[in-house]
């Protein structure tokens, strides 16, 4: 009976870069074509949402709905939607998959072309938002996604179906961080069974890719962080060695790597989004066949500097992924199924749970750096 009609609720706005979201009243424009609307069950946060709370320049822009790692409840759908329909269970996702596109259409490429990936304050379609506050101003969107909000109307390419039986509080993190870090590990890198993995930055993505590389088959996992705590949670992970970065004395972490593996990693995996660690990384790989994958989320505008010489003589790979190389659609079902089917664990995940009304708990206890990942239930 809601259908077609603007739905008033509550939603958490960022008003000012790094100040408490505000949960105020908004309404929530019906879905135009192609659009779903979205009861948000529940949402986790992810260091993106702070890097994009904090962030005071383009693309940062207030007011907004942050949120992007999400589980929900179809409301209602907009014309030429078939395959969801009202009361069914569903992941908003970051990346479309229209399905179409030359990329879509490849397997060698989560980034659909017809809807690309942007850091936008709009609906991917229309470019233009759902959102106004009561006094009838307009609330951004953040990355077709928007979850701090007790609806959210998301683009039907943005959208996955899931098993309603999957416990929410476990979905949630798919539309994220487990994609990322498995992906990363099983997908981009496609790590063999027996080889040396280095992770650098052991929070939630880090730890994910030490899932996904264990599930692999790899036999040395390698943790590196500069919080000496980390190496006894990221054991239950699958990390088997740690590296505290501060403690390198004279040596790069690079060489300490290098000297611990006989030559370098076979595989290292920067989640942490410096630069200066990309090349790091790219340094701790072995020549020949070593790969690295960039997870980490830069600050706009940051360069990296590798030798050109290098790169000819080493035989390295670099490079990066969006959600671990998941196609939204094809492959987040698949990920699912190895979570219900009991091979992929989640459950460690989830430190810290909270009510919509506490979401600023949340970004303190991310911030803390004793929580991997803070469930927010609506
Ligand atoms: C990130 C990927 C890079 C841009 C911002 C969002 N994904 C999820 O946290
Ligand atoms: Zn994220």
Redesign the pocket.
Known sequence: QSAGKPIRCKAAICRQAGEPLVIEEIMVAPPCPYEVRIRIICTSL????I??WKLTVPPACVPRILG??AVGVVESVGENVNEVAPGDVVIPT?LSECGECEDCCSKRSNLCSKFP?K?HPWMPRYENSRFTDLKGEVLYHF?FVSSFSEYTVVDINHVVKIDPAIPPNRACLFG??IA?GVGAACKVANVEAGSTVVILGLGS?GLAVAKGAKLCGANRIIGVDVNPDKFEIAKKFGVTEFINSKDCGNESLSQVVKEMTGGGADYCFECVGLASLVQEAYASCRKGWGKTIVLG?QKPGSQLSLSSFEVLHSGKTLTGA??GGVKAKSDLPLLLKRYTDNELQVDEFVTHEVKFQDINKAFELLMGGKCIRCVIWM
Do not use: K, Q
Request: proline share 0%; glycine share 0%.
């Open positions: 992810c260091h993106s949402d890097t994009f992007h790692e970051f990936f850091i990355l994220c961080c990322t993505v989320v969006l959600f």
